[in-house]
């Protein structure tokens, strides 16, 4: 099993950048297909980004989409969140998630670790 640890959250003015970053230990983090979820109160967790264990593909949900860049490092067991341009309504928990040897998906169910979540707060 994966363990993630997310870092690098804080508080950022409208307009302005944050870069993300999640460290992974446990098992062999290549084979695993890398997620950034948020969550809000009273809202579900919803996808915000994928990449690939090769990093040859990603994705993105439409409302990040231009802003947000997920990178990663197998090497360094590392993947990482570039947030530009960010909104209030960004404002969020961000998690990272990992399923193992599968494709990009926006179902959090289908992810099989998670990080205990790092906040980001967008102000106006």
């Known amino acids: 099993q994966v363990q993630l640890v997310e870092s690098g959250g804080g508080l950022v003015q409208t307009g302005g950048s944050l870069r993300l970053s999640c460290a992974a230990s446990g098992r062999t983090f290549s084979s695993y297909t890398m997620g950034w979820f948020r969550q809000t109160p009273g809202k579900e967790r919803e996808f915000v980004g994928g990449?690939?264990?090769?990093?040859?593909?990603?994705a993105y949900a439409d409302s990040v989409k231009g802003r947000f860049t997920i990178s990663r490092d197998n090497a360094k067991k590392t993947v990482s969140l570039q947030m530009n341009s960010l909104k209030p309504e960004d404002t969020a928990v961000y998690y990272c998630?990992?399923?193992?040897?599968?494709?990009?998906?926006?179902?959090?169910?289908?992810?099989?670790?998670w990080g205990q979540g790092t906040q980001v707060t967008v102000s106006s």
């Open positions: 990449i690939s264990w090769s990093s040859a593909s990603t």
């Open positions: 998630a990992a399923r193992w040897r599968g494709t990009i998906v926006v179902d959090r169910d289908l992810y099989d670790g």
